[in-house]
């Protein structure tokens, strides 16, 4: 495991995805990540979404190497005890609706009384604040809203969203970002602060390019399916058993794709000379193009094409993503030993940090595993007083 953030202690108020995956992120670099549930739980651990053994994969993933403490934020000694908490911790990070930090006395104001180096992360679907605060902000309605499955899919098909439900990544790979930039500005300023991430912005962030080109021109592409609406030839083609990806956009590229194919003639047709031309004569090229592929198998293809340097590649599924010689050689995956399921592969956090090796990561912990030893390790809490907190349903 990398060790570049250890010392840093977040408490996490995630749920789910959004806001639990930034935290994962950060405690793969070695942050302490202390996730503090309510009495029921993160409704990520219903054991019917992913299910693996009685336990839901998705928790299993995004909650590794983290504790997990239970506090009834409603009661007035558990709320009290959270904020005891958040005097020893560089940042809290929730992804509740908005309003309900305020509603719990537990808003920023009320973290920055208690700590003013504190850095509280907020991640919303739409925002605090504005018309659409209060609706319901999961992966697919995001998906939908900020534009992206209306360009997902094949054309003239019903729209499609994503196959990893990335408006809900998207929180916390833009969290986590957000967190280490606060934190290297607090080591300048002595200050925390307070950030926010709609996930919707978010969205639109990843729109890039094509988001620049409707803000400014007023393009509205359609779904290409595996196309590319600027690159030609940049897709999927079937093959005799399969599919493949050529993306021969650099006219270097596409002359040994022509020599692969041995249509060397076709290079030279002016219709197709460069890939402002191929884009214009899309149709014509594909027409040519796919009857060819689908001779031969995509192995040999695939051959062909490495041989030539064509930029090009099976259309794999996860069998054989997982066992592509990059993931083995890079250690991509990571295997944790858990009490309850045994041991179990996850896919591994992707920066490499200096000499760090491969994480063997620590098991996504059970409910309120860790309430005593954190309240005994952070607040120096006695048996009795923890006793006392228990009675009174403060914690669990």
């Not at 996860?318 to 896919?347: L, S, T, W, Y």
């Amino acid at each position: 495991m990398s060790q570049s953030l250890k010392g840093i202690r977040i408490i996490e108020l995630g749920q789910i995805i959004a806001g639990t995956y930034g935290g994962q992120i950060l405690s793969d670099l070695g942050a302490e990540v202390i996730k503090v549930e309510s009495p029921i739980g993160d409704l990520g651990r219903n054991p019917s979404v992913a299910p693996y053994k009685g336990h839901s994969g998705l928790f299993l993933t995004f909650n590794r190497n983290k504790k997990s403490i239970v506090i009834d934020m409603k009661n007035p000694e558990g709320r009290a005890t959270f904020l005891d908490l958040v005097k020893h911790a560089d940042v809290v990070v929730d992804n509740f609706r908005a309003g309900v930090m305020q509603r719990l006395g537990i808003d920023y104001s009320v973290l920055a009384a208690v700590n003013p180096r504190i850095i509280h992360c907020s991640i919303t679907g739409f925002g605090s604040e504005g018309d659409y605060k209060d609706y319901p902000a999961l992966d697919i309605i995001i998906q939908a809203i900020s534009g992206h499955m209306a360009i997902t899919g094949e054309p003239n098909r019903p729209p499609v969203r994503l196959g990893i439900p990335l408006a809900d990544l998207s929180g916390g790979i833009f969290s986590s970002q957000g967190i280490l930039a606060a934190l290297y500005e607090r080591e300048k300023t002595g200050k925390g602060q307070h950030l926010e991430l709609a996930m919707f912005d978010a969205m639109l962030s990843l729109l890039t390019y094509m988001g620049t080109m409707w803000l400014n021109n007023g393009e509205l592409p359609k779904p290409p399916g595996s196309g590319h609406e600027y690159s030609v030839p940049w897709q999927a083609f079937k093959t005799s058993d399969s599919y493949v990806v050529i993306a021969a956009r650099e006219e270097r590229h596409w002359k040994n794709l022509c020599k692969s194919l041995k249509i060397d003639d076709i290079a030279q047709d002016p219709r197709f000379l460069t890939n402002f031309t191929r884009v214009k004569h899309r149709d014509e090229l594909m027409a040519l193009m796919i009857p060819i592929l689908q001779t031969d198998s995509t192995e040999n293809w695939m051959k062909k094409f490495r041989a030539d340097d064509v930029p090009a590649s099976p259309v794999n599924h996860f069998d054989q993503a997982f066992n592509e010689p990059p993931a083995i050689q890079n250690e991509a995956v990571i295997e944790c030993d858990h009490p309850a399921v045994g041991k179990f592969r996850m896919p591994a956090y992707p920066v490499k940090m200096g000499n760090s090796s491969a994480m063997i990561a620590e098991p996504a912990p059970d409910l309120g595993q860790h309430t005593s030893s954190v309240l005994k390790e952070i607040l120096s809490m006695s048996d009795e007083q923890i006793t006392n907190l228990k009675n009174s349903g403060a914690i669990y």
